[in-house]
Nanobody
Framework: QVHLTESGGGLVQAGDSLRLSCTSP????????MAWYRQAPGKERAFVAA???????NYSDSVKGRFTISRDNAKNTMYLQMNSLKPEDTAIYYC?????????WGQGTQVTVSS
């Protein structure tokens, strides 16, 4: 079982920034593709951003240009820098690690953006 822990969520105002972190103790952290997803109230979980083991990145259209995904393999940590936050970014944010063909999820961190 792969354990993932998200942190950095909170309550902010529109236009503010937040940085989310996702850590895992797996020794092979740097060998795995990872991603951020989010789930807003009453909606399904949706893709936000992804980063491959060799640091190629991909973003959903709704966050492109505002969010930046990155990773620090020496710290076993993945980040999501979120700028120019909007009320519609309000959601629980989850990190995902892919190990071969299995996906592992963290417990999520709440981000609330007030208008």
């Amino acid at each position: 079982q792969v354990h993932l822990t998200e942190s950095g969520g909170g309550l902010v105002q529109a236009g503010d920034s937040l940085r989310l972190s996702c850590t895992s103790p797996v020794r092979t952290f740097g060998s795995h593709d990872m991603a951020w997803y989010r789930q807003a109230p009453g909606k399904e979980r949706a893709f936000v951003a992804a980063i491959t083991w060799d640091e190629k990145t991909n973003y959903s259209d709704s966050v492109k240009g505002r969010f930046t995904i990155s990773r620090d393999n020496a710290k076993n940590t993945m980040y999501l820098q979120m700028n120019s936050l909007k009320p519609e970014d309000t959601a629980i944010y989850y990190c995902k690690l892919t190990w071969f063909k299995s996906d592992y999820w963290g417990q999520g961190t709440q981000v609330t953006v007030s208008s």
